[in-house]
Nanobody
Framework: QVQLVESGGGLVQAGGSLRLSCAAS????????MGWYRQAPGKQRELVAS???????KFGDSVKGRFTISRDSAKNTVHLQMNSLEPDDTAVYYC?????????????WGQGTQVTVSS
């Protein structure tokens, strides 16, 4: 089984910054990708950013140029640096990974961490 521990959420004023981290542990052979999604009240869950084992990244259109994502493969950790935060960034942020366990690639989700941006 895999455990994802998220940290770094909180309350920040518009224009401020936050850094989210997610550490994965368990019977992991290899992590293929790590990333973050978010879900605001009344809206669908959407991709924020992801990074694969080769270092290639993807970003949601609304965060391009403001957010960066990085991973520490040795520690199975992914970080999301969020700058120039806006009230529309308010949401629950979920860590997401695709990991190889035994012979099967599976997807896992964190429990979510609240990010609130005040105007």
């Amino acid at each position: 089984q895999v455990q994802l521990v998220e940290s770094g959420g909180g309350l920040v004023q518009a224009g401020g910054s936050l850094r989210l981290s997610c550490a994965a542990s368990g019977s992991i052979i290899r992590i293929n990708y790590m990333g973050w999604y978010r879900q605001a009240p009344g809206k669908q869950r959407e991709l924020v950013a992801s990074i694969n084992s080769g270092g290639s990244t993807k970003f949601g259109d609304s965060v391009k140029g403001r957010f960066t994502i990085s991973r520490d493969s040795a520690k199975n950790t992914v970080h999301l640096q969020m700058n120039s935060l806006e009230p529309d960034d308010t949401a629950v942020y979920y860590c997401n990974i695709g990991a190889l366990l035994s012979s099967m690639l599976s997807e896992f989700w964190g429990q979510g961490t609240q990010v609130t941006v005040s105007s």
